[in-house]
């Protein structure tokens, strides 16, 4: 429960794919693995986005549909939330669920606290 919770707030505050590099390179997850994930979900979400933007982001009656620009924004964004969440769930899978829970907690207050190591 405690670790999911850190995983939300962690998958929140992922702002780049690089960070999440970064995370995972960390918490020991092999980068290959890690690369393959990142890009299937990448194309799966790309290939049905359509259909994901009319369940996720419903046109709101009376309002404008939104431009490309911010449907790209939030598609990307969706994608990295998606991708953060999947590698965090398999780090856990790998290592299981108490694996270096430490190292975690101590990642979510760097990320916290503005700190760069």
């Not at 986005?49 to 911010?70: A, D, F, M």
């Amino acid at each position: 429960m405690i670790l999911t919770n850190m995983f939300l707030i962690i998958k929140d505050n992922i702002d780049s794919i690089e960070t999440l590099f970064k995370l995972m390179r960390r918490l020991k997850m092999p980068m290959d693995r890690v690369e393959y994930v990142c890009k299937e979900i990448n194309d799966s979400v790309i290939k049905n986005w359509s259909k994901i933007s009319s369940v996720e982001y419903p046109l709101e009656p009376g309002k404008l549909r939104p431009n490309r620009r911010e449907l790209k924004k939030k598609m990307h964004e969706y994608i990295l939330k998606l991708q953060a969440w999947n590698l965090l769930n398999a780090w856990r899978n790998t290592f299981g669920t108490e694996a270096q829970s430490d190292e975690i907690l101590r990642i979510l207050k760097l990320m916290n606290s503005n700190q760069f190591e």
